[in-house]
């Protein structure tokens, strides 16, 4: 990754939190949130740059449409974030199976 590279990306995610705090209050909360559990829990999805961009263009439709954040997404706001990431595995996962592999080939944890 070169500095541009690096320079590009740090535009993006200023751009894309100028997106977030434009937000209605309602949706700039859960979002927030949902983001925080995303950066803890760690799925493999996050880093390809296409989810928390998705979440966000999905709230921008449904505030554009006049509807509140839980009339689009439900009153669970960690089951709807949940599910958007339930077949994505998490980096603890990989790690995980790492370890395990590991293990299979060597016969010791330490390796």
């Known amino acids: 990754m070169g500095i541009h590279d690096i320079v590009e990306g740090k535009k993006q995610w200023r751009a894309h939190v100028a997106r977030v705090k434009a937000l209605p209050p ?41 509807k509140g954040v839980r009339e689009l997404i439900g009153e ?13 595995g998490t980096y603890a996962d990989a790690y995980q199976a790492s370890l395990t592999r590991r293990t299979e080939t060597t016969g010791d944890a330490a390796g």
């Open 26 to 66: 309602d949706y700039r909360i859960v979002y927030e949130e949902i983001q925080k559990y995303y950066f803890k829990v760690g799925p493999l999805g996050l880093s390809d740059g296409t989810l928390l961009p998705g979440i966000l263009d999905f709230f921008e439709q449904g505030a554009a449409d006049g």
């Open 76 to 88: 669970d706001v960690a089951r709807f974030a949940d599910d958007l990431i339930k077949d994505a």
